[in-house]
């Protein structure tokens, strides 16, 4: 479980919407980059984010997306 999310790694949270609340059509899906700093279990994630500030919950693998970082080193 967890795909492609592990510890260490960097995910983005998908942005949760209230039951019956709209938003407006260009608002963005997804937070900025999180890192992934405990696995509570199997598919259940603490984050953080890139400054270093817990995020309140834990999040489960649905509500979270993989951030691929590209190498800019070595060209």
Same mark, same amino acid.
Request: charged content about 20%; hydrophobic content about 25%.
């Given at each position: &479980? #967890? #795909?492609?999310?592990?510890?260490? #790694?960097?995910?983005?949270?998908?942005?949760?919407? *209230? $039951?019956?609340?709209? %938003?407006? &059509?260009? %608002?963005?899906?997804?937070?900025? $980059?999180?890192? @992934? +700093?405990?696995? @509570?279990?199997?598919? %259940?994630?603490?984050? /953080?984010? *890139?400054?270093? %500030?817990? @995020? $309140? /919950?834990?999040?489960?693998?649905?509500?979270? =997306? =993989?951030? +691929? @970082? /590209?190498?800019? /080193?070595?060209?």
């Amino acid at each position: &479980m #967890g #795909g492609e999310i592990w510890v260490g #790694g960097c995910c983005n949270n998908r942005i949760g919407l *209230l $039951p019956g609340k709209k %938003t407006p &059509m260009l %608002t963005p899906n997804w937070e900025e $980059p999180h890192h @992934v +700093y405990e696995e @509570v279990r199997p598919g %259940t994630f603490h984050l /953080q984010t *890139l400054k270093g %500030t817990d @995020v $309140p /919950q834990a999040l489960h693998c649905d509500k979270l =997306r =993989r951030y +691929y @970082v /590209q190498n800019t /080193q070595g060209k």
